[in-house]
């Protein structure tokens, strides 16, 4: 019989090291490393049945691309449509789409919705808890007025038992809830672990590319709001999906920020409802709940998120400091907000070196895109003055740091969706302007960052 083995694995990438160090050698985490005992692998008994194919779902061969069988990818729906959008136009057969976010936000309701949803529309489903029993779950189903007849539950934490069974079920999809309480009897260390959830993710990947079948996995994530585990989770699988939003407000954001199948940071509106989540048909709608009258501060920025335009009001107060000038932003990148104040008073003549800087998006959502720069900085020019722009003026566009208002994508499409709004006066590069005029609608378009702070402070004064 072969002799234990002991290591340390460091707890954030993985690596064994032969003997306790205060900092990973591979990641260069600091008092990451824990002891592990490594026994002997045990025989697969319960490995299911998986062909000649590899992990990718062939064989190992050689050939020319354009002697490939291409096949037409085959899509399932979810029976609900914001979550369709985020996958792409449906879930793909045979992908395996991780799903995270902060506990309590949703994850496990709307994939119980959409278990129940697929297996009454024909689509074989299968749930798999391993965090709850098998009553609270037909609980939950119960509070939501799920359908329950057609959908199939199990209580398993085995991925050897839980591919066998898939396996013998054969379900179209199947859901995982959750991958850090499940564990392969090929480690020995407990589930949650590096190792168990690498392994673990691996093979159920490796099933699904052979089989078919369709996995929906549930990931935690940690107090930085990244997923829990090794980094190299998020390479396996097809789909990242992540949830936005604060738990105590009733609406809920799914963004994509992995699809193999589909456009990249696509963004699911979702409102939480007693009876679960319900899909949002016009996101611009909530996140556009302005006062009955124009105050400093507010201004609305024409936004791209995936494959649709958004439109999101920004607001920004800027205030004397009482000591240390502070910068807060909330649904940006701070960095990228120093950045923009630096420019500001560079090339704007806005100072705001002793004050207290604080920019917030409206509705909890998170805007990555550079194109919200303009409408960032026009809050600010708007608070610090004490202007308040007319509620009819929406802005996009990127801003340079020598002071040039740069064009950004999909300029057209952001454009038709302001003017469906009812906004008559929109601010927007030169780049981005329209061929010819819009009846009713005053199209500004800049170049440089002081003729847009004059132009909107033009129209702040035609306002008063």
């Not at 991925?159 to 898939?166: A, G, K, P, S, W």
């Not at 979702?270 to 105050?295: C, H, Q, W």
Request: hydrophobic fraction near 40%; include cysteine; charged fraction near 20%.
């Amino acid at each position: 019989m072969s002799k234990v083995k002991t290591v340390y694995r460091c707890e954030q990438c993985g690596t064994d090291h032969p003997k306790w160090a205060g900092q990973c050698t591979d990641c260069g985490e600091w008092n990451c490393l824990t002891e592990v005992s490594i026994a002997p692998a045990v025989s697969h008994r319960a490995q299911p049945k998986m062909g000649s194919g590899g992990y990718a779902g062939q064989a190992a061969s050689i050939t020319t691309l354009n002697k490939v069988t291409v096949s037409r990818e085959s899509r399932l729906a979810t029976g609900i449509g914001e979550f369709d959008r985020v996958l792409g136009g449906g879930l793909v057969t045979g992908s395996v789409v991780l799903i995270g976010g902060d506990p309590g936000i949703g994850k496990s309701t709307i994939l119980l919705q959409t278990a129940t949803h697929m297996a009454a529309a024909n689509s074989s489903a299968l749930y798999v808890t391993g965090e709850e029993s098998l009553s609270q779950v037909a609980l939950r189903a119960q509070r939501l007025d799920l359908p329950t007849d057609q959908l199939k539950v199990m209580a398993e934490t085995c991925v050897e038992r839980i591919c066998d069974i898939l396996a013998h079920e054969r379900p179209a999809v199947a859901i995982l809830d959750s991958i850090q309480t499940l564990y392969t009897e090929t480690l020995q260390s407990a589930p949650g672990g590096v190792s168990q959830i690498r392994e673990s993710a691996a093979l159920l990947t490796r099933f699904a590319k052979n089989s078919g079948t369709s996995l929906f996995i549930v990931g935690h994530v940690t107090k930085e709001g990244s997923l829990a585990g090794p980094r190299v989770l998020e390479h396996m699988v097809d789909c990242v999906l992540y949830f936005e939003g604060q738990s105590d407000s009733r609406f809920r954001m799914i963004r994509a920020v992995k699809n193999r199948f589909g456009a990249v940071n696509e963004l699911g509106v979702f409102g939480m409802t007693d009876k679960g989540l319900r899909e949002v048909s016009n996101p611009s709608a909530i996140f556009l709940s302005r006062y009955d009258e124009a105050i400093p501060g507010s201004i609305v920025v024409i936004s791209r998120e995936g494959t649709r335009p958004l439109l999101v009001e920004v607001q920004a107060l800027v205030d004397d400091s009482q000591g240390q000038p502070r910068r807060v932003a909330l649904g940006l990148d701070q960095n990228r907000l120093n950045m923009l104040l630096a420019v500001m008073h560079r090339h704007g003549g806005v100072q705001t070196s002793g004050q207290d800087v604080y920019v917030n998006i409206v509705g909890g959502l998170k805007i990555t895109e550079t194109g919200s720069d303009l409408a960032v900085l026009l809050a600010c020019a708007s608070s610090i003055r004490g202007k308040a722009l007319p509620q009819q003026l929406a802005v996009f566009g990127e801003v340079g740091l020598s002071g040039e208002i740069r064009p950004v994508p999909n300029g057209q499409e952001r454009l038709k969706e302001a003017i469906k709004h009812g906004f008559k006066h929109i601010i927007l590069p030169r780049g981005n302007a329209p061929q010819s005029p819009i009846p009713g609608v005053n199209i500004i378009s800049v170049a440089r960052l002081h003729e847009a702070l004059t132009e909107a402070m033009n129209l702040s004064e035609e306002l008063t």
